[in-house]
């Protein structure tokens, strides 16, 4: 069974993340690098895949990482994969032949001071229906970045519905994302 790992947070890790990747977030640039750490939680051996989606590109950048024993763990430091460029803007996908957990951080370039440490989970499955309890728009001076993963085979369509604490619903559709991109 092949188990996919995707989802809002992990691509919002990654797209701010990346490799040394810029983001704008509330009034500061920042630069932030992402590390991936995983644990096979099967009872057999796992063959891993990884495989990054640029947001300019629809081809995968496959990753080749080695299999993983039975309860064993360890991590990717995304800034150190040759393959993947600095600036990169995008997405990934883990999945394996066995259950795994994983965590993502993302971590300031040193001397930005900015003390905030994005982190998120991987899930095994997409879903239809995803809310994020929080969103900021210019509040307490700082602001959000959202970004949504098409885990399926095929383009898909997205509504994002904000809901304010007062005023009106803003919704915003984006159609045609293509399989795994944001």
Known sequence: MKIKFASVVLVLALLLGGVFTSAQAGAYTTQFTTSVTYQ??????????????SEASPTGIPITL??????AGTSIYVGSIGDIVNGFK?????????????TLVQVPKAGSGVAVRPMSNGFTSGSNYVLVPTVLK???????IVSVQNVDAVAADFELIFVPVSGSSITVNTDGI???AT
Do not use: D, H
């Open 178 to 180: 293509p399989a795994n």
């Open 90 to 102: 995008g997405s990934a996908v883990m999945s394996s032949n066995q259950p795994l957990v994983s």
């Open 40 to 53: 096979n939680v099967g009872t057999g051996p796992a063959t891993i895949n990884l495989v990054f989606y």
């Open 138 to 144: 210019n509040t307490f001076g700082s602001n959000s």
């Open 66 to 71: 080695p299999e993983l024993a039975p309860l």
